[in-house]
Every structure is written in C-alpha cells, then in structure tokens.
C-alpha cells in the first residue's frame, strides 16, 4: 500500500498537501480559497468531493482559510485539535472532530496520523507524522520556532519528510521587517531560518529517510536556492535522497513513499491553463 504526497502550494499565503493512498485522499490544511484549492486538485486530477478527510493544523489563515467550506462542500470530515476548533469558532460537536496530542487517527483503516504539538505564536500547532500501514512513515511539519525533543523524536524513524525553511537569516535581518517582527520570527514561537531545518534534519538523519521537502519558504526572506544550498551543506554529506522545494504556485511535483519510483514532476502547461 503506497502513498502519494502532492503539495498543491506551500508559503504564508496558502498552504495544502494532498495524501493519497488506494483508496483514501486526505488533505492537510486547506488554507487556499475555495476555488483555489479545487482548481489545484483538479488540475491533476483529483475531484474534490473525493477527499475523505481535512487535517487543519493550526487555524492561521494560511492553514485553515477554506477548511470548513471544503469539508461541507465535499462531505469530508475535518479534523483539528479543540483550540483550533474553538479558535475558528467551528462547533466540534457538528462542524469537525477533535483530536487530543498524540491520539492516533486512523482514516479508512488506510492512512493513521500521529499530530504532535509543537510550539508557534498564539496558536497550538501540531506536526503530522503519517503512516500507511506498511511501516512507512512520512513527517509534516510547518510553523514552528524551534523543533522539541519530541518531534525530533517522531521525525527519526520517517522515510520521508516535509519540513518549512522559512526564512534566510541574513535576508531577514537586512530586510523591511520592522525589528519587532524580526524578533517574533526568530522567536521560540515564530518560523523556522535554513539553518535550524538544516540542523533539525541533520538531527534526525537516518538511512531510511529517501525523500524531504522545504516548504513555506518566505517570499521577502528566503529563496528557494539559499534554502537548499544551506540544507545541502549541513546534511549533504550523509543524506543519499532527493530534495524538493514547494513553492506557493504548486503543485509541482509528486512524492511516492512505499514503491520503486520516488517522485514524479506535474506538467506545468496542465497546472496553468
Ligand atoms: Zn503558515
Ligand atoms: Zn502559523
């Protein structure tokens, strides 16, 4: 049993992945406009209503902005832990389900998801790690200040990992941010620089882990070169995979954990009509 990982745009202005499995599609995070995110899954090929279930990790907007719609639209179950819920202002009782830290999620007994707090702002944030049942474990992780014991803990043992490098530590200081946002993104509860997912990962670094991706790259802080070059330093001695970059324009590419084949590339041409 596979499964398929496309992130259909990843930056503070949306962010969503698609998991697929046989017979199981699950969203993590929704926070595209409604139409954005069905022309995203159409473009290849997935129709919307075949979603059975939205994972919202945290309720920024660029997480969370069409999760309900989505949900009601499509009769999928969304799925959040109860501060998200209450800070969204959805009813867990009828617009969503809950989750506790660490409770596993088992969605059509195909794909289970493992949520793990981890420390961002005002909100509480949680990481993914994803299973398929064959033993292949596959991490999310976005919108965090600094990576905890225990989820480098739960990132240790996955084969693939999909991890924010958000911002250039250099670009960020010489950049327009006043200094009082400089300080909130560097901050235990804002983002992630290059250098700390460089360090994270080389952390975690296992034989098993074949693929990784860096995500929510910020547009005025980051480029996609700084971040991949600074990773490729730290770990590039010891990691034999492969590593992507989703951008917010996505989808670009697709990811498959379990089989032979480990990622395919989303004709541009069909993803911009
Ligand atoms: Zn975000
Ligand atoms: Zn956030």
């Known amino acids: ?18 998991l697929e ?32 279930a939205i994972f919202i990790t945290h309720h920024h907007g660029d997480h969370s902005k069409s999760a309900l719609k989505a949900s009601q639209k499509w009769g999928s179950n969304l799925y959040c832990n109860i501060e998200t819920a209450i800070k969204m202002g959805w009813n867990p009782m009828s617009d ?8 596993r999620i088992d969605i059509n007994n195909e794909i289970s998801v493992l949520p793990i ?8 944030n949680i990481a993914l790690i994803v299973s398929n049942g064959d033993g292949n474990r596959a991490g999310f992780v ?16 996955c084969v693939h990992i999909s991890i924010e490098a958000n911002y250039d530590h250099q670009k960020l200081m010489q950049g327009p941010y006043p200094d009082s946002l400089k300080r909130r993104i560097t901050g235990r509860g804002g983002h992630l ?13 296992n034989p098993q882990l074949r ?9 005025k802080n980051n480029a996609p070169h700084l971040a991949e070059s600074e ?9 034999k995979g492969m590593i992507f970059i989703s951008e917010q324009s996505g989808p670009e590419f697709k990811i498959m954990i379990g089989g032979e084949k480990i990622s395919s590339r989303i004709n541009k041409e069909i993803n911009d009509p």
């Open 1 to 18: 049993m596979g499964l398929q990982i496309t992130h259909l745009g990843s930056g503070s202005r949306g962010n969503s992945t698609l």
């Open 21 to 52: 499995s046989d017979s199981c599609k699950v969203l993590i995070d929704c926070g595209f406009s409604l139409k954005q995110t069905e022309k995203r899954l159409t473009t290849i090929k997935i129709e919307p209503s075949s979603i059975d």
């Open 96 to 103: 969503c389900k809950t989750f506790g830290n660490l409770e």
């Open 117 to 124: 707090p981890i420390p961002h702002d005002d909100a509480e």
């Open 142 to 157: 976005t919108d965090l200040g600094e990576a905890t014991v225990e989820l480098k803990r739960h990132l240790k043992g």
């Open 193 to 205: 620089s290059n250098s700390q997912t460089a360090e994270i990962l080389n952390e975690i670094m």
């Open 211 to 219: 693929t990784i991706v860096l995500c929510h790259l910020s547009d």
């Open 231 to 239: 990773v490729l330093m730290r770990i590039g001695d010891e990691f």
